[in-house]
Nanobody
């Protein structure tokens, strides 16, 4: 099982980034996919989630700015992040869950700074 995040980096406030997470080794289309983030000194928090039926849910802090999507043919989940703020700075992790079994990626770092 592997989840490989990419797309992180340094961006100015107000800018945009698109994170990708490519999955392998399991039935991607049977799993709910999520993005979490962990800022320095803080807990890992749920950012966005998309089910196998493409129902989505977002944390209040990113609602209206971030969009999660999935491409089952490519076994990839995306997180489009717009209007980025300094408080969005964190390591972003991709996660897959099904029937209580959860897999994690290694994370990709996002820094929002002028």
């Amino acid at each position: 099982v592997q989840l490989m995040e990419s797309g992180g980096g340094l961006v100015h406030p107000g800018g945009s980034l698109r994170l990708s997470c490519e999955a392998s080794g399991f039935a991607f289309n049977a799993y709910t996919m999520s993005w979490y983030r962990q800022a320095p000194g803080k807990e890992r928090d749920l950012v966005a989630q998309i089910t196998i039926r493409r129902s989505t849910d977002y944390s209040d802090s990113v609602k209206g700015r971030f969009t999660i999507s999935r491409d089952d043919a490519k076994s990839t989940v995306y997180l489009q992040m717009n209007s980025l703020k300094s408080e969005d700075t964190a390591v972003y992790f991709c996660s897959a869950i099904r029937a209580g079994k959860r897999h994690w990626g290694q994370g990709t770092e996002v820094t929002v700074s002028s």
